[in-house]
């Protein structure tokens, strides 16, 4: 289990600072966290996520509708700014990814 922080903004991050943030965040801003476990369980666990997807792909989430598409849309931009990012500073937050293998080479 990594050992949680607490970052100047306020926020739990793990020990490695991952880049992407959790989408329980949203949670402060008003939305729910019975509609935060539904993104979640239609395999929507982080804000950019959310973010990087079609709202018409979101739609398809049971029990969520474009009024709270909307809201939880307007919470991810109050707790995340976002600017530009070159390739490079792209690739290196890439490289932070843990990846998993099956440990065979047969596949």
Same mark, same amino acid.
């Given at each position: 289990?990594?050992?949680?922080?607490?970052?100047?903004?306020?926020?739990? @991050?793990? !020990?490695?600072?991952?880049?992407? +943030?959790?989408?329980?965040?949203?949670? =402060?801003?008003?939305?729910? &966290? *019975?509609? #935060?476990?539904?993104?979640?369980?239609?395999?929507?666990?982080?804000?950019?996520?959310?973010?990087?997807?079609?709202?018409?792909?979101?739609?398809?989430?049971?029990?969520? @509708?474009? !009024?709270?598409?909307?809201?939880? +849309?307007?919470?991810?931009?109050?707790? =995340?700014?976002?600017?530009? &990012? *070159?390739? #490079?500073?792209?690739?290196?937050?890439?490289?932070?990814?843990?990846?998993?293998?099956?440990?065979?080479?047969?596949?």
């Amino acid at each position: 289990m990594q050992a949680q922080a607490q970052s100047a903004s306020g926020h739990a @991050t793990a !020990a490695s600072e991952s880049p992407y +943030l959790d989408l329980e965040v949203v949670t =402060k801003h008003g939305i729910t &966290k *019975t509609d #935060v476990n539904k993104f979640k369980d239609a395999g929507y666990h982080t804000v950019e996520s959310v973010l990087y997807t079609v709202k018409k792909n979101l739609l398809l989430i049971k029990g969520i @509708t474009e !009024a709270k598409i909307d809201k939880v +849309l307007e919470a991810i931009q109050k707790e =995340k700014s976002f600017s530009f &990012k *070159t390739g #490079v500073e792209a690739l290196h937050l890439r490289k932070r990814i843990k990846k998993i293998t099956t440990g065979t080479s047969m596949v």
